[in-house]
């Protein structure tokens, strides 16, 4: 496979090392900015994840340049709203405690607070460690802008000065958003791994329409533990509780229910089988009988101790020395 290699120093390009939102875990962000365009009022930056897959073997990569990389990983760039970046970042500069609300600050200053609080020194070049450069250019970036707006209530001071205060039912809401858009049929099916999810609890086409009710809210559910992949915990139990998945859990109830009583009838069936299939007289072998192995007769054996042989010869009679006088 031939793939063109790109710079990291690209105009407009610059890698971030951020807290990832869900582990807090230093990971790696591309940050793409394109020329500002003034009849656009979309954000003209956009974040992306860096993810890198390794390869199960030794692997090579042959570039447009005609050159061999030896290091066979993948890295895949995958765009990501902001807004989760925020969360790190809004939790490190979060009053102790929780009962105290939090106040309305400058961009500026919150950002400037939580890199205070994330970031650390390097031990060396290689430290994979978040730095205060990294997260002070996040909170200049227009985007972030935008999702500090989306997710805060914002309050202008003055033309030039604007605060903002973290808020959990915009954070929710945004949530939300993305939950019931992801949990459209048309959308939640076009990925297999959800798709599997609904046939797996019985909720696949075949189920029929009068399950939809019950489909619609796994959908849901199946929604929110997609976006738990970049929520804390704190985060995803709030989103969960904001909804109702009483008929969904007592639909699972059911069908495990079915399994366990399906299971047990098989259990049942294998005991009557193994008991009607056992050795007659295995349990006179227990008593201390002999017979042939664990002490017991074959069933060969015992059938020939029942047969008549009253009127038969028997076997040892065709070996006797023959009368020469008869011969």
């Given at each position: 496979?031939s ?7 690209a ?6 090392r951020?807290?990832?939102p869900?582990?807090n875990?230093?990971s790696l962000?591309?940050v793409?900015?394109?020329?500002e ?8 930056s956009?974040?992306l994840?860096?993810?890198s ?12 340049e005609?050159?061999?990389?030896g290091d066979?990983k ?5 765009p990501?709203d902001p807004?989760?970046?925020l969360?790190p970042i809004?939790?490190?500069v979060a ?5 105290t609300?939090a106040?309305?600050r400058p961009l ?12 650390k020194?390097?031990?060396d ?17 227009d985007?972030?802008?935008e999702?500090?707006?989306?997710m805060c209530?914002?309050?202008?001071i003055?033309e ?8 959990q039912p ?5 949530l ?6 992801l949990?459209d049929?048309?959308s939640y099916?076009s990925?297999?791994s959800?798709a599997r999810g ?6 696949g086409p075949?189920a029929g329409?009068?399950k939809?009710d019950?489909r619609?809210?796994?959908?849901t559910?199946g929604?929110?533990e ?6 804390t915990?704190e985060?995803?139990?709030?989103l969960l509780a904001?909804?109702d ?10 069908l495990t229910?079915?399994?366990?009583a ?9 005991e009557?089988?193994?008991d ?12 201390g009988?002999?017979?042939g192995?664990?002490?017991s ?10 047969a008549?042989v009253q009127?038969m010869?028997?076997l040892s ?11």
């Amino acid at each position: 496979m031939s793939v063109t290699s790109t710079s990291s120093d690209a105009p407009g390009q610059r890698f971030l090392r951020l807290p990832h939102p869900r582990t807090n875990v230093p990971s790696l962000f591309l940050v793409s900015e394109q020329p500002e365009a003034s009849s656009s009022k979309t954000a003209s930056s956009t974040i992306l994840e860096v993810q890198s897959i390794s390869p199960d073997a030794s692997r090579s990569w042959f570039t447009d340049e005609d050159r061999v990389l030896g290091d066979g990983k993948l890295l895949v760039f995958t765009p990501v709203d902001p807004l989760f970046l925020l969360l790190p970042i809004m939790s490190a500069v979060a009053p102790p405690n929780k009962a105290t609300a939090a106040q309305f600050r400058p961009l500026e200053d919150i950002f400037e607070d939580a890199a205070n609080k994330i970031s650390k020194t390097p031990a060396d070049e290689d430290s994979e460690c978040v730095s205060t450069e990294d997260i002070l250019f996040l909170g200049r970036l227009d985007c972030v802008v935008e999702a500090m707006k989306r997710m805060c209530e914002v309050k202008d001071i003055t033309e030039d000065i604007t605060v903002y205060r973290f808020s959990q039912p915009n954070l929710l809401s945004e949530l939300q958003t993305k939950v019931a858009r992801l949990s459209d049929a048309a959308s939640y099916v076009s990925f297999r791994s959800l798709a599997r999810g609904l046939a797996k609890d019985g909720l696949g086409p075949e189920a029929g329409e009068e399950k939809e009710d019950i489909r619609k809210v796994a959908r849901t559910k199946g929604a929110c533990e997609t976006l738990s992949q970049y929520l804390t915990s704190e985060v995803y139990e709030a989103l969960l509780a904001s909804y109702d998945f009483t008929i969904l859990d007592t639909h699972l109830e059911a069908l495990t229910a079915a399994d366990e009583a399906a299971n047990a009838v098989i259990k049942s069936g294998k005991e009557i089988s193994a008991d009607s299939g056992a050795k007659p007289g295995a349990k006179e072998a227990k008593g201390g009988k002999k017979g042939g192995k664990n002490g017991s007769a074959s069933r060969g054996v015992q059938q020939l101790a029942k047969a008549n042989v009253q009127g038969m010869a028997k076997l040892s009679s065709f070996f006797t020395k023959k009368d020469k006088a008869a011969a």
